[in-house]
């Protein structure tokens, strides 16, 4: 198994990079977003990759962290939702989008990537929405690479994806909640609420989760 690519961009596509590891090239498939983040040509990068295996084809999938990779993981186990299908789930909310929209169970919002209609979305809420606070809590674990890990093969980290320090203040804030006795679903649905509404940062996250989670009336 290929889990991670550190190496030099030799060319970029609409959807893929071909990636030259000390003279071997591997062509990843990558959603849009990460192919924005990716630098140019020459450049370093290093992803996290998923490698699927068919009887008749090897395909290499890249992620800027093991959150993004964990989902993609965790999109393609739904029925009827393919790699190209994932990566345009990633691609049109990226992972913290994605984790927000499935512990709110916002459907609409999985739907909005192209080629996924409102069935095959209903369905990725349905089956991964328990799965949604374990994720949520890896926070920017599994982040870019840092500088010199990978000795001369590359040199400059992959530029942070911007959501990872908002990923980082909602996992802590999810671990709090749990602590106080709130179950994983509904601190989860809580967080990702409080994010969507513009709280930021774990205190800020824990405090408006709470008034989400107290009794009403």
């Known amino acids: 198994m290929i889990g991670k690519i550190a190496g030099r961009i030799d060319y970029r596509a609409t959807d893929h990079v071909l990636i030259d590891v000390r003279g071997v090239g591997y062509l990843v498939y990558c959603s849009e977003r990460t192919m924005a983040a990716l630098p140019g040509n020459g450049e370093a990068v290093a992803l996290y990759t998923e490698l699927l295996v068919r ?14 990779k964990e989902w993609h993981r965790l999109l393609i186990s739904v ?3 393919g790699a190209k299908a994932s ?15 499935i512990a709110l169970g ?3 919002a999985v739907a909005t990537a192209k080629g996924v209609g409102p069935k095959i979305a209903q369905r990725v809420i349905a089956e991964l929405k328990d799965k949604a606070p374990a994720v949520m809590a890896m926070g920017n674990v599994g982040g870019p690479v840092p500088d010199g890990a990978a000795e001369d093969v590359i040199e400059p980290a992959v530029p942070a994806a911007p959501a990872t320090a908002a990923g980082s203040g ?8 749990q602590n106080l006795g709130y179950g994983p679903s509904e601190a989860a649905s809580a967080v990702a609420e409080a994010a969507g509404a513009g709280a930021d940062g774990e ?15």
């Open 55 to 68: 009887e008749d084809n090897l395909q290499l999938f890249g992620f800027l962290s093991l959150v993004e």
């Open 79 to 81: 029925q009827g939702v």
């Open 87 to 101: 990566l345009a789930i990633l691609g049109a909310l990226g992972p913290d989008g994605v984790s927000r929209a």
């Open 106 to 108: 916002d459907h609409g």
């Open 170 to 177: 909602q996992a802590a804030a999810l671990s709090a909640l």
């Open 203 to 217: 205190a800020d996250l824990i405090r408006a989760a709470l008034k989400l989670l107290a009794p009403k009336g």
